[in-house]
Structures are given as C-alpha cells and as structure tokens.
C-alpha cells in the first residue's frame, strides 16, 4: 500500500485572498478561486486563479509552498506557462461553496459554508485535494473572520468522497457515495429532500431516480406536493409514475389539477389503468370510493390454501396490502374473508369456502370517511372491503389512509410508527 504523508491542511476560505509569489519575489496576484478535476476518491486541485477576468491558472505542480500568508512558486512567473481551465474543470468557489448538497447521512439538504484541503505526498509526487466540506456554523463564522466567537462548536464535517458532481455541472451537487446508496435511501426520506428543494434542483435529482423509487418518495409526500412535482414534469414521465401509482393516489393527484391537464395525463396512460383512476376520480371527496384503492385480492372459494399461496408469489408485489384475502364469485361478489395468517396455518387440503369469515364488515363507497374509521376502530381491522348494492368488491380502505385523512399533518412513516405500537398491529 502506497503511503501518503499529509505536509499540510487548509481551509479554503482562508486561503483566498492569500498572495501569490514567484521565486524572484515578484507579487503575481492572489488565490482568487482553485480549480478542481474530479478523478478518483478525492478531488484534485489542478490550478490556482491568480486573477480576476480571465481563465489562466497556475498549474498545481509549479508551487514550492503554501500557507495562509502566502504562496510560492518554484520558478519566475512566465503567462506561457499558465494552464486553461479545462472543460472537465470546476472553480471551487462558483460550483461548490455556497451551494447546497444531500447528507446521505442525515437524508437532508445542507450547506457548504467552507471547504477543507489537504496537502500531500505519496509516491513523491506532490498534490493539493479536497478532502471534506464544512456545513456547520463553525464554518460559516470562519469565512466571515469572526471563528473566534464560535470556538466552542466543533466543525461539522461532511468527506469529500461521498461527493459525485452532476453531469451539467450545474450548481447543485449531489453526495453521493455511489449511486446505490441514493436508492438505500428510506423513499420518507427522499420525499423530504424533495419537499426542501427548489423547482430547478427537484426537477434534476427526480431525473436521477428510477420510476419506482420516484413514486416511492411522491407516495410519502402531501397532496400539495405530489401535484406541483407532477405538474412541472415532463408529461410522458408524469403518466408513467401515475401508472406505477396506487390508483387512488393518482386520482387524490388528478382531481386537484384542471380538467385539461388531468385529461391530458390520463389519455397518456394505459387504458385500463386510466380507466381505473377515472372511476375512483368521481367519487365525492372524504368518501370511501375516494379512499378506497382497487389495488387488493381476491380468490375463488374452491381453491386450497396451497393454490392461494402459489398465486400470491405473483399477485402480491400489486396489492396495496396481503394481510386480508378476499374470496368471492365468478361476478366479484364478496362472500368472504380470512388472513394471511390463518392461510400459511391452514391445512393445504382445505378450500378457503371452509375458511373464510362470511360476517363480514363493510361500508358503502358513498359513505363519508369517520363511518369508515369508526368501522376500522371498532372491529380492530387493517382495512376495509368496499362494496356496491349489489355485493360486488369495488376496492378496500386501508387504516393508513384514514390516519392520513384524519390526522393530515402526520408523516406517512410516523403513521406506520404509530400503527406498530396500536391494537392494530397486534391482531
């Protein structure tokens, strides 16, 4: 293993300004701004902006030593040997400091107020890199000159490994370790990132998510969100995650735009998915058709629990919940109900016409939302089955979406935290 000898830290708020000599002595400028190349698990610098108005640098290699108060060249200053930026090199100052990144760590947007360099040796050859960014207060107190009132705070250190820039070059940033850690993300936690960020960096960084981790984070969003962020996407991208979508979430998101721009999207989307959003879309507000989901599952009454399992390995990944199983008829009449739980116990010789519950608890789709609740409180359920006057299932009201609808202001994750420690959690 190649050791690396480290001559010197720095930090680059306090090396701007820092003038800039050659070996004659000669002032030649100052440390306007560095540049850096991004190769490798550290950032390098490859030159130092020496004056304002023009890209000439000083290449890295040409500087004998480097302090707060001053820097040195190795030889007498000659423009012939300056560098141009080069198109795969970034300015320090314009694209990084200032500029808000994502702390994989904490899942939350932060600031670079101040960033950290190291000087060091391996292999004899000597560089300059970036090595963390600072995003505390200690920080922004630092480039103000006034650290000294803040001496008590620690630094609050973020690596510079964990930093890939975007491909634009734009002036967001994202920390990133790989992009395999973006999508190990909780999706709670990339809604809230979405929720702080600005239109322009929204829109990029839900570029950079795949279809099912972008409906993942808009499902953990507010309403209000949800409709914005569709509404600025591109119109094929927004069809394709209302598709993905729990269609009563996407009717929840359609109804609240104008009819021009709901129509739109929905002509967009498979037929027989616009079709589903379009039935749910008529239901009044606050109703059960408006919260149910069409997303459940249904058996026939003579197949055997070894059957139903087999068919569940498929159908599960669509349903909005397995914990409760449906049995109806060859027409979609509900003639019964039994857990997921008494299937997996069952004997694999049984039907589930001997196992299903036939007393049944439901609601209408035009009754408002506290009759649903007051049936899902009362009987202790994970959801309910909504049926028409004939019988037939039209969907099911999870307890999620009650809580969402009476207590609006409750995260998605907190109402699943809450519902681990109810009655619920427990049958």
Partial sequence: MNQVKVLGEFYFSKLLGTPVYDKSGRNIGKIRDMAVRWEGTYPKIVGIKHIKKTHQLIPIDQIECCSYKEVRLKENFEIEKTAI????????????????????KGSKLVRVNDI??????????????????????????RRLGLEFL?????????????????????SFLQLNREKQQVSELH?????????????????????????????????????DSQVEIIEQMDEQRASDLLEEMP???????????????????????????AEEVRELMQYEEGTAGALMTTEFIAFSADLTPEEVINQLRELAPEAETIYYLYVVDQEE???????????????????LR?????????????????????????????????????????????????????IPERGKSDTYSWFALSKWGGR
């Avoid at 705070?153 to 734009?170: A, C, F, V």
């Avoid at 990339?190 to 993942?216: C, H, P, S, W």
């Avoid at 857990?339 to 039907?351: C, D, Q």
């Fill in 150 to 170: 803040v001496n008590g705070y620690q630094n609050n250190l973020l690596g510079l490994q964990y930093i890939k820039p975007l491909e634009s070059w734009n």
């Fill in 187 to 223: 999706p709670a936690d990339i809604a809230d990132l979405l929720e702080e960020m600005d239109y322009k960096t929204r829109a990029g960084f839900i570029e950079k998510l795949n279809d099912q981790q972008a409906v993942d984070a808009l499902i953990e969003m507010d309403l």
């Fill in 333 to 351: 009449h509900l003639q019964g109900v039994l857990s997921l739980r008494e299937l997996i116990v069952a004997s694999p010789k049984a039907t």
């Fill in 85 to 104: 930026l080069h198109e795969n090199d970034i300015y320090i100052s314009r694209w990084l400091l200032d500029k808000q990144i994502i702390d994989l």
């Fill in 247 to 273: 269609p009563d979430e996407a009717a929840d998101i359609l109804v609240e735009m104008t009819a021009e721009k709901s129509e739109g999207l929905l002509n967009l989307m498979e037929m027989d998915d």
């Fill in 354 to 406: 001997q196992l299903m519950h036939t007393k049944l608890r439901k609601v209408h789709p035009e009754e408002d939302h506290k009759r649903v609740a007051e049936v899902i409180n009362k009987y202790g359920l994970l959801a309910v089955p909504v049926v028409d006057e004939q019988g037939i299932i039209l969907g099911i009201v999870t307890v999620d979406d009650i809580i969402d609808i009476l």
């Fill in 116 to 141: 950290t360099l190291s000087w060091v040796v391996q292999e004899n050859l000597e560089s300059m890199v970036l090595v963390a960014v600072d995003i505390g207060i200690r920080g922004l107190f």
